[in-house]
């Protein structure tokens, strides 16, 4: 099932949906197209990655945790706290959708959603959170995914904390790592967001940095959006 075009009302819903979701940055990626280390610690426009995602995200729910691994010291200033992968060896993804729903049962417990972005996605739609709520339909196993143009986002996702255990026992037992492959078992809903137009040219919200050229380009564009 797909919904398109924007229902303005969601906009003004982040504070209804906040304390009932908890935003999971999902900052685990090995960056081997950037060099290796830690893509969201490189600045852009003057500022660290993570500090805009987590600015960007925070407004739209009720707590927001770091999914990294290694020393969470490297973190710190952010604000927010860090939890690692809780399934051993790099499971991906995956493996980051787990650690926001364990965080979240145990400081969140009356939370009933774990969204999660991606750490190098720094334009993501501002009522990401409130769009995805609306299309899940308050369905206790209902996964909602981002969508743009034709193509699925599937970092960017509403995850039932209640699927906590069927996740990690897919993990564990099936060693699975693909992310829909987990999402077809359980009913799902994609939703379609655009992005900002420049000069006539329309930017895809859940435009990525990859390479250092990518880094030219999201330059670029956030000089225009600050504009």
Do not use: Y
Not at 26 to 42: V, Y
Not at 130 to 153: P, Y
Not at 204 to 222: K, S
């Amino acid at each position: 099932m797909t919904i398109t075009g924007h229902d303005e009302t969601l906009l003004n819903d982040n504070a209804r949906w906040a304390s009932l979701t908890v935003g999971c940055v999902l900052a685990g990626g090995l960056s081997r197209r950037m060099g290796g280390g830690d893509k969201s610690l490189r600045e852009l426009g003057g500022r660290p990655m993570l500090g805009r995602v987590i600015d960007r995200l925070r407004p739209q729910v009720g707590a927001v945790v770091i999914n990294a691994n290694g020393d969470p010291a490297r973190f710190t200033g952010f604000d927010a706290p860090v939890h690692a992968d809780p399934v051993p060896g790099f499971a991906g993804p995956l493996a980051g959708v787990l650690a926001g729903m364990r965080w979240a049962e145990i400081h969140r417990p009356q939370a009933h959603w774990v969204v999660t972005v991606a750490t190098d996605t720094p334009f993501f739609p501002e009522n990401l959170v409130a769009r995805l709520v609306g299309a899940a339909g308050h369905h206790d196993t209902m996964i909602a995914l981002a969508k743009s143009g034709d193509r699925v986002h599937p970092v960017f996702g509403l995850w039932p904390v209640a699927l906590a255990d069927d996740l990690e026992a897919a993990i564990r037992d099936e060693d699975l790592r693909k992310v829909l492959v987990w999402v077809h078992r359980h009913p799902h809903v994609e939703v379609i967001f655009t992005g900002p137009v420049i000069d006539g040219t329309e930017i895809d919200p859940f435009f990525n940095v990859n390479t250092p050229e990518d880094m030219d380009v999201a330059e670029t564009l956030a000089a225009e959006l600050a504009g």
